[in-house]
């Protein structure tokens, strides 16, 4: 289950990909602008300010997200794999969805098909998956947690920017395709734990019984500790993220 809190907890460091992604949507006078796994909707609320003509649609399939979406906006619960229009869009945006859904490269074949003619599709998605922060995690999985959890861990669900500029370009769209490695500082104690305890830990912390969070949260926070050690002025954690900025 999503923790709006848990998730919010770096709302700085994860709302600016989404402000660099919309800076590379030139998208004029759109009239239906809708982001697609929208979260708690304040980065969709954004959306109104950039274009205030449009009709501005978040859709999340958390409720517990979708409750905290502040005015501006409609929003909508439902899985944006289900989702269908109600008319042609001129926008989609998605910032840090795609990585859940395995079969993503079928629906943005689907998300080509709702577009107006010059549409633009824009997406954001994290590239860190063999960073330490999910390499430290996926050995507890496989030694330590083998038994409760040796089944849960991914793999590597995206692909780089090239993959996404043959596959949309081939769809007909204008690709620009880049890649950004952030270093944030990470404050407080435990701090890459705080940040992927909201994200990456989400399939195993929901299938562990409560009584044994506590113990697996335990052995990450050591992990994390020596892959990242902290520092004076805080903890460096270096954070790869894949963008895609395409138009018909």
Known sequence: MWD???????????????????????????????????????????????????HVHGVDSSPEMIAKAPPGPTFETADVRDWRPPRPVDVIVSNALLQWIPEHPDLLRRWRGHLTEGGWLAFQIPGNFHAPSHAVVRELCR??????????????????????????AGLGFVVDAWETTYTHILPGEDPVLGWIKGTALRPMLDRLPAGRQAAFLADCARALREAYPPRPYGTPFPFRRIFVAAHL
């Open 4 to 54: 709006p809190e848990v998730y919010g907890r770096y709302a700085t460091e994860r709302g600016r990909p989404f402000y660099e992604l919309i800076a590379r949507v030139n998208a004029r006078s759109p009239r239906y602008v809708v982001d697609l796994g929208c979260g708690t909707g304040e980065l969709t609320a954004t959306l109104c300010d950039r274009w205030p003509g449009a």
């Open 143 to 168: 030694t330590t947690w083998r038994e409760e959890l040796g089944d849960v861990w991914r793999g590597t669900p995206v692909g780089d920017p090239a993959d996404y500029v043959d596959l949309l």
